[in-house]
Each structure stands twice: as C-alpha cells, then as structure tokens.
C-alpha cells in the first residue's frame, strides 16, 4: 500500500482504498460536493433567463474550483466589456472533459449516484443557455444604442439652448450696455445739471 495524496481531505494518506471508504473522507467529500451542487445550482438557475452586466474587473474574474477535473475555472465569460455571469460554469459543466472527469471523480470517491447529475449541465441546456444569451445580448445593444441617441439628443438640445441664451443675451444686453456707456460719457462733457445752477443764483 502506497502513499497517497488525498485532495478531499487535503492530506497525505496510507490506507489507500480504505480512506476513500473511511468516515472521515466521507463526510469531508459530503461538505464538498455539498458547496460545489450550490455552485452549479446557482448557475443553473440562469439558463432560461441569462444575466448580462457591463463588464466589471473586480466582480466579474471570479473563479471557482472544479474537484472533478482538479482546476481552477472562469466563472463567468466576459469579453471586457460585456459579462454572462456564470457562462463560465455552465460551459464547463457541459463540456466532455468534464463529464468524463466527473464520473471518474464519483468512482474514484465512491460519492453518492444520485448527485452526480447535479454538476452536470446537458447539451439541451447548454444549447438553451447560450440562445437565451444571444437574445439578451441583442436587446442590451438596441438599449445601448437607443441611450446613445438619448444622449446625443439631449447634447444637442443643450447647445440649442445655450445658442438660443447667448443670442438673447447679445440682444437684450449689449445695446443696453452701450446705451449705459453712452449716458455716463455725456454727463461728463454737459456742464452741471439744474440744482447747481440755481444754487448760484440765489
Ligand atoms: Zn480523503
Ligand atoms: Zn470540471
């Protein structure tokens, strides 16, 4: 008997096949699969109505871990400007690599039967998914493209606008302003207005 890594239970092990039978890998793989069915379950959740978002560097590089294929996998597919939130993995769970590494992971663990299909995403699924996508994505242009025209519409009436008060502005102001110039410079070349005049006099 060999020694052998366990990746479930994170340690090196000496019963070989008696580990994978024991107690303690055996509730440690149920703690696994456990969190890993939620994961595809979330994912799952999305196929017949997709959630696509403006790509976002933080949120949208997830990763999860994959136990049947032993690696780190996208979460979500994204081409840095638009994301399928879990498009990573549904597309996983549905590829043949997976699904042979799957049913190697349950035999090798000697997991229950029942749940096995629950990390797996059929070709129907897959195939419902990605046309769901393909609706979505349209829509989200027609709106983007329809903001785009909201914007420029409202650009243009603001300058419009802006035209429009300068002009009136030009009107109602500046020959007032002149007139306002004019009538300080006579008062200055007339002699003394009336008051003073008369003061003189008396
Ligand atoms: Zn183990
Ligand atoms: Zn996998």
Redo the contacts with the bound molecule.
């Keep these: 008997m060999g020694t052998h890594y366990c990746n479930i239970c994170r340690q090196t092990t000496f019963s070989g096949k008696k580990h994978i039978f024991g107690k303690q890998h055996q509730s440690r793989l149920r703690v696994v699969l456990t969190k890993f069915i939620e994961k595809v379950k979330e994912a799952r959740r999305t196929i017949k109505k997709p959630q696509v978002e403006k790509f976002d560097c933080i949120q949208h590089k997830e990763t999860f871990w994959?136990y049947?294929?032993e690696?780190e996998?996208e979460k979500n597919v994204t081409d840095d400007k638009m994301t399928v939130l879990y498009g990573g993995v549904l597309e996983?769970?549905a590829?043949k690599?997976?699904k042979k590494?799957?049913h190697k992971f349950w035999w090798d663990n000697k997991a229950d039967m029942k749940l096995k299909d629950k990390v797996l995403i059929t070709e129907e699924e897959i195939k419902r998914f990605k046309d769901e996508v393909a609706n979505v994505l349209e829509t989200f242009v027609e709106e983007e493209d329809d903001f785009i025209k909201q914007q420029a519409a409202c650009i243009r009436a603001q300058e419009k606008h802006r035209q429009e008060v300068f002009e009136s502005l030009l009107e109602v102001c500046f020959p007032a302003m002149q007139w306002h110039v004019m009538k300080n410079w006579t008062c200055l070349m007339e002699p003394p207005a009336l008051p003073f005049y008369t003061s003189i006099c008396e």
Aim: hydrophobic content about 35%; glycine content about 0%.
């Design positions: 994959c049947c294929c690696a996998v996983h769970m590829a690599e997976h590494n799957t």
